[in-house]
């Protein structure tokens, strides 16, 4: 079959530093990522989560990633499950599967690595010897549509219970006369643990949400869970190196989780609260040891926004003779233009050719609306600074569709982008700037939950007339297609109704759908309309503050109420505050 | 600046990794093993690794060759990082596991290299030998190799439709498969293949690519010229025997030697 595949190496693993334990006896479990090998692997979280649970003696992890169409068919031509990388083992054959939910556009790869595995799709079909389904990630901010599929989803940080899950399996596999039922009710003791079939969700005519009703012995929704000191939680120094190249190729630290700008749009920042850090003199021992471990040329500081970390500059410094010495190229993935500096961009100039930032909007009253606190006049001098430090391409995030948005604002990102080619060549020019313009996504758990997504012809319109413009400014532009921002603003807001449509998608062919050539609107549409399903319900309303959520059940920091004060202050008080509260 | 020449294994485990990958695979494995390792200058510096002919994707290979340039001062930092380098004759580290090495001034040395690149090695990575040699000597991609491959499979009979039972063919003494295509195509005086690729297509005669060729009830085994401008891909092998009514669906793929000649 290898022999048949493109880029076989994606399924054998075998890569340096991966385990494979053999021993009977022990509980199996599997990580699995919804894409491609060369997606997954680049995850810190499933790479922490993965050595974490094989540090333990007794547990042992593997990892599963979606095949690609050409495996899928042979699999199914020749009636082969999905394996392990690890033992090769069938997915219905481990004891915890748990998925990593980074994309909303994933879902239906989940629907199709558990029908490829041999495991039953939905939760209710299940029996005692089928694995436990899991998921975790940012996605289970709001785990409704999948709800049918997935026995439990973990809100929040997974380091400390990930292990309680595996414990109460464990000792849950032990007992003679056991029943799911059980230990789904179990499972839900563990905090920040959601189990969707211990809630019957009632809708009321118009489709909203009338009642959730909880099993008599469960709780009323989690509190997601959160790491308390990232000083003294686990850490891989070991890391997998993957055979072949992956998205990103590098060693990573993990410099802070969460962030403390609050941008109103932004998922990230708000279900990831508080900000938690790392010492620079812990991140740069891991980073020796990554590297000695690995043999990595690249090291990247992640984190939500990485110039954000106070000591950039001391561990940046610290790094030095690992740079030197050893040729590894830093590199800072998210840079924000207000803190970005020519020391940083010298420092950590290293392999990138690419900066990017994320204007989003193409006026500073805009930004202010949706809590970007960012500058116009900080943009041009980061621009300038970079082009100064000889970066050849510059890439620059708007989105289109934004809360409280102006005719002038989508003007604005024209006139934004031409002050920027303007500064760059006054700064001596020599560098080519692209721009990504995709619509605005209303996310849980945001203080824009509450709000409408623009309709298909808005922002077509708008996409395209500034593709159009920006092209004619020598300007690329690109950004993600409008019907996969709607079909994404579904899924994101959902109910677990939509479950049913993403499984006919999934029986209609849908795959890797965040792929834009994978993708087909149609299929989706006809998926929704055979549920019921009008997606302008979930897309184009303005939800009322009393409305329940789907996903009113897992509770971030950021609870509804800060949520909405945020919201009316989008509309209200434009006036940027510098540090969002925590 | 020293140059080292590497004979390395490439085992299952780096079987289906591209011919960039393995230059990556054995790039960090020297990386970890913290050997002097000399860069290339300019924006992106890599290590000094020049790779032998490609390995297909697929392909295991028994005796592959790379070229790795360490720093000048490489043996005294080796000594720090590994241990002496002077060992009396016979006392070499066991846990080495390089067979042998060449050269008697750097004999040492060369063992010390294949341990510590072994030790660092990623899976499916073991080299063998490592000897050094002059700079100016040719490259590995201006030189011409004689490379034996052998094909493991089955054997389909597309003439006749059906499937080449190996075992009904011992038993009955008859003779191996294909073995009178193979024995046609060495005493034909050329081998005319269309060759469609990605880039482009082009006419080409086979016949002088072709060193030797032979079948077996599983497997053929055939040695390939490959010159600086290229050589025949096993695709193309199988092809010949297909065109001739022979399928031959393919399970193993390895390239058991490959030898180099200079001039
Ligand atoms: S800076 Fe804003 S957009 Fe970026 S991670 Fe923080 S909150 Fe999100």
């Known amino acids: 079959m290898l022999y048949q595949v493109e880029r076989p190496a994606r399924y054998l693993g075998g890569e340096r530093n991966a385990c494979r334990k053999e021993d009977a006896g022990l509980l199996r479990v599997a990580l699995a990522y919804p894409d491609l090998y060369e997606i997954g692997m680049s995850n810190l979280g499933l790479s922490i989560l993965y050595h974490l649970i094989n540090a333990e003696p007794d547990l042992s992890c593997e990892r599963v990633y979606a095949p690609a169409l050409d495996l899928e068919v042979l699999l199914r031509r020749d009636r082969e499950p999905l394996r392990t990388l690890e033992s090769g083992r069938p997915l219905g054959q481990l004891d915890i599967l748990g998925f990593s939910l980074q994309y909303e556009m994933t879902y239906p790869q989940v629907l199709n690595m558990l029908d490829l595995g041999g495991i039953p799709l939905r939760t209710a079909q299940r029996g005692p010897a089928d694995p436990v389904v899991i998921a975790g990630g940012p996605c289970a901010a709001n785990p409704e549509p999948m709800a049918h599929f997935f026995d439990a989803v973990l809100a929040g940080d997974g380091e400390e219970a990930i292990l309680e899950i595996c414990r109460l399996v464990q000792s849950w596999k032990r007992e003679e006369r056991r029943t ?5 009710l179990a499972l839900s003791r563990i905090p920040g643990l959601y189990i969707p079939s211990l809630y019957r969700f009632h809708f009321s005519r118009d489709g909203t949400i009338e009642a959730i009703e909880p099993h008599p012995q469960g709780p009323m929704g989690v509190e997601s869970r959160r790491v308390k000191d990232l000083e003294t939680s686990f850490f891989p120094t070991r890391p997998i190196v993957p055979t072949l190249e992956t ?85 800072l993935p998210s840079l924000r233009a207000d803190s970005f500096s020519v020391e940083v961009a ?76 303007r500064r760059a060549k006054g700064a001596g020019g020599g560098v080519k700037f692209s721009a990504a313009v995709s619509a605005f996504v209303p996310k849980p758990q945001t203080p824009f939950q509450w709000e409408p997504m623009e309709r298909l012809e808005g922002i077509r ?24 921002s709607l079909l994404e603003g579904v899924l994101a807001r959902g109910d677990r109704r939509v479950g049913e449509a993403i499984f006919f998608a999934w029986q209609e062919g849908a795959r890797l759908d965040g792929w834009s050539d994978h993708f087909s609107f149609a ?10 399903l009008e997606p302008s319900f979930y897309l184009h309303r303005t939800r009322p503050r009393e409305e329940i959520l789907p996903w009113s059940l897992v509770r971030f920091p950021a609870g509804p109420a800060y949520l909405w004060r945020e919201r009316e202050r989008a509309y209200s008080d434009p006036q940027p505050t510098k540090e969002a509260k925590e | 600046m020293t140059r080292w020449r590497l004979l390395y294994r490439v085992g299952w485990d780096l079987a289906f990794a591209s011919h960039l990958d393995r230059w990556r695979a054995i790039s960090r494995s020297a990386r970890r093993a913290a050997l002097p390792l000399a860069y290339s200058q300019g924006f992106h510096q890599r290590p000094r690794l020049a790779m032998g002919p490609p390995l297909p994707v697929g392909a295991c290979g028994e005796e592959e060759l ?47 290299l294949c341990g510590a690149l072994n030790n660092a090695a990623s899976p499916g990575l073991e080299v063998r030998q490592a000897w050094s040699l002059p700079l100016e000597e040719r490259s590995l991609t201006a030189c011409t190799y ?23 063919h011992a038993a009955a003494g008859w003779v191996v498969p294909a073995s009178e295509v ?18 482009g297509e082009k006419d080409l005669d086979l016949r002088p690519y072709l060193l030797a060729l032979q079948t077996g009830l599983e497997s053929i085994e055939v040695e390939l010229l490959v010159t600086p401008s290229g050589g025949v891909r096993w695709e193309e092998i199988c092809r010949l025997f297909q065109e001739r009514g022979y399928r031959f669906h393919l399970c193993g793929l390895c390239r058991t030697s490959l030898k180099w000649f200079s001039d």
Not at chain 1, 379 to 408: H, N
Not at chain 1, 464 to 484: H, I
Not at chain 2, 79 to 107: I, N, W, Y
Not at chain 2, 160 to 165: E, F, R
Request: proline letters at 5%; one cysteine or more.
């Open chain 1, 461 to 484: 319109a708008k996409r395209s007339f500034l593709r159009d413009r920006l092209r004619r400014m020598g300007t690329e532009a690109g950004g993600q297609q409008e019907e996969l």
């Open chain 2, 182 to 199: 193979a024995q046609a195509l060495l005493a034909a005086p050329s081998l005319p293949l269309h060759r469609i690729t990605p880039k």
């Open chain 1, 523 to 532: 299929r989706w549409q006809s998926a929704l309309t055979r549920c019921g």
């Open chain 1, 180 to 184: 799911r039922d059980e230990l789904l």
């Open chain 2, 146 to 168: 004689h490379a034996r491959w052998r094909m493991d499979g089955w054997w389909e009979h597309t003439a006749a439709g059906h499937h080449v039972d190996a075992g009904y």
């Open chain 1, 346 to 421: 010298r420092l950590a100039q290293g392999h990138q050719i690419t900066l990017t930032f994320a204007p989003e909007a193409g006026s500073d009253r805009l930004r202010q609306a949706i809590g970007k606190q960012l500058l116009e006049e900080e943009i041009l001098t980061a621009v300038e600074q970079a082009v100064r430090c000889r970066f050849p391409r510059i890439k620059l995030y708007f989105m289109i569709g934004l809360p409280t948005e102006r005719e002038e604002d989508v003007h604005g990102i024209l006139a934004l982008v031409e002050r920027l080619r």
């Open chain 1, 247 to 331: 998205v990103h190729d590098r060693a990573q630290v993990e410099l802070f989780r969460g962030c403390l700008r609050g941008c109103r749009f932004c998922q990230a920042g708000f279900i990831y609260r508080p900000r938690r850090m790392r010492s620079a003199g812990l991140l740069k021992r891991q980073a020796e040891e990554i590297i000695a471990s690995t043999g990595w040329e690249e090291l990247g500081l992640v984190s939500l926004s990485s110039c954000d970390y106070p000591h950039l500059e001391e561990l940046l410094k610290s790094l030095g003779p690992l740079r030197a010495e050893q040729r590894v190229n830093v590199s």
């Open chain 2, 66 to 112: 790379a070229d790795l340039y360490l720093e000048d001062d490489s043996q005294q930092q080796c000594d720090t990082v590994h241990g002496p380098m002077s060992r009396a004759p016979g006392q070499e580290d066991p846990s080495l596991r390089s067979r042998a090495c060449f050269g008697p001034e750097t004999k040492d040395f060369g063992l010390n």
